[in-house]
């Protein structure tokens, strides 16, 4: 399963824009990769791995501002379509985050 967590975070005064540092900072420790500047994801190998971070995100949420959280499928995941602009000299296009799966 993948967990999308999905944030606007104000960032007008200087203790706005640490919280919102700090709560992306504490997002990539626990593991998640920016998809898109305010949503970030994170591979789940199962229903209680997902629960379990999406408790440490309602723990990372700061004063203000909304946080979503959802959780999708491989299936679902598997099934999204992304469009990217035109390519710019140089730049290479995002790569897709690292899955890793532990069979015992």
Known sequence: ?????FFDLPVVTKKQRKA??????N???DGFVMF????????????ESLQVHA????????NEGKVSVLSVTDKQYGDIINYW???EKGKKPPTKPVQLEIIW
């Open 85 to 87: 602009g035109k390519k």
């Open 55 to 62: 408790k440490r995100v309602k723990l990372f949420v700061p």
């Open 1 to 5: 399963m993948w967990l999308f967590v």
């Open 36 to 47: 898109q500047y305010s949503i970030y994801i994170r591979h789940c190998g199962s229903l």
């Open 20 to 25: 919102a540092t700090l709560f992306r900072n």
């Open 27 to 29: 997002l990539m420790k």
